[in-house]
């Protein structure tokens, strides 16, 4: 039988190692990192999102500022918000929810985010920088993927890896940061031919597909482990991609959704903000 992984603990411990950061800093009389957060319009994921941060924010001494714009907002305004908030030597982090309005042009916006305060990895430099080898902020749920495996201090050097998905915000990142650990690294997608028996070969099969349950234990290598990013909604549940109960016989450790991959995405935007600040 194969453990299910306490991301929810490791995270805990993560956010333990932030708020003495921050303290020491506080005691020292030091600046106390801070993070800009927009949201433009009413869209209730992102509306989640940034009350999740802030309260994470918040219970880690990290400073939070909220800034809702109208859903009428215009590209200039909010472009000026950005150049605002980069020039603001009291902001550190700067988080923009994305989606954003049809009527804004995002990858025009992003690009307005000072790299030194792009905390989410959104803009093309840190992405750059990141593929490069020379990353300044590693994006939130590629980072959580490897965080967790690497809290296992097994030794992942020549192992083999699957990814499934080949997102620019999951996928991609995922497998360079994977391919850094010295892994053999294979990416799959939905034109992938015969993808089971590509999964079999993996000592470690990551999934960021999006499709609930559907990767059963015929999919898996005996003692694998498994790390599920997907999160899609199921009956009114957050289901991942992977079928728990059929896989966790046959792996050595697994995530499960929810309290695996998506618990530690918050606690890691809050490290770079640190980082940032560094
Ligand atoms: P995405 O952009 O839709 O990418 C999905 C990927 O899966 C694509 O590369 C697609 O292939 C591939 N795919 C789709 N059907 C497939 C199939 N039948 N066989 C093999 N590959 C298939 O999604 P995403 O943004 O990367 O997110 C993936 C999942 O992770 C979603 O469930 C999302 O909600 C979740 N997610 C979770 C977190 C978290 O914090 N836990 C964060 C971000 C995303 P093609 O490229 O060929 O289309």
């Known amino acids: 039988m194969g453990e299910i992984i306490n991301v929810i603990d490791l995270a805990k411990s993560i956010k333990g190692q932030i708020a003495e950061f921050v303290s020491q800093r506080a005691n020292n009389g030091e600046i106390i990192p801070k993070i800009a957060s927009i949201v433009v319009g009413e869209d209730g994921g992102s509306i989640f999102y940034i009350n999740s941060q802030e309260k994470v924010a918040n219970s880690l001494g990290i400073l939070f500022e909220k800034i809702l714009l109208k859903e009428s907002t215009t590209e200039e305004n909010l472009i000026n918000e950005i150049i605002s908030l980069n020039n603001n030597e009291k902001i550190h982090g700067i988080i923009l929810q994305l989606p954003l309005p049809k009527h804004i042009d995002e990858k025009k916006v992003i690009s307005y985010i000072s790299p030194d305060k792009d905390i989410d990895c959104l803009t093309y430099i840190n992405q750059g920088k990141l593929y490069a080898g020379h990353k300044k902020f590693i994006p939130c749920t590629p980072n959580s993927v490897v965080t967790i495996l690497d809290s296992l201090n097994i030794n992942l050097q020549g192992k083999e890896v699957v ?47 999006g499709i609930p349950n559907y990767i059963d234990s015929s999919y898996v290598k005996e003692e694998a482990i498994v790390i599920d990013v997907g999160t899609s909604s199921l009956n009114g549940k957050i289901t991942g991609d992977v079928l728990i109960d059929d896989v966790i016989g046959k792996v050595s450790y697994m995530t499960k959704v929810p309290g695996g991959v998506g618990s530690l995405t918050t606690t890691l935007l809050m490290k770079n903000v640190c980082e940032a600040l560094k």
């Open 163 to 209: 990814v499934v998905g080949r997102s620019n915000i999951v996928g991609k990142p995922v497998a360079v940061l994977m391919l850094e650990r010295n892994c053999t690294v294979t990416v799959c997608h939905s034109k992938t031919k015969d993808l089971q028996s590509v999964c079999q070969r993996a000592d470690i099969l990551i999934l960021a597909i």
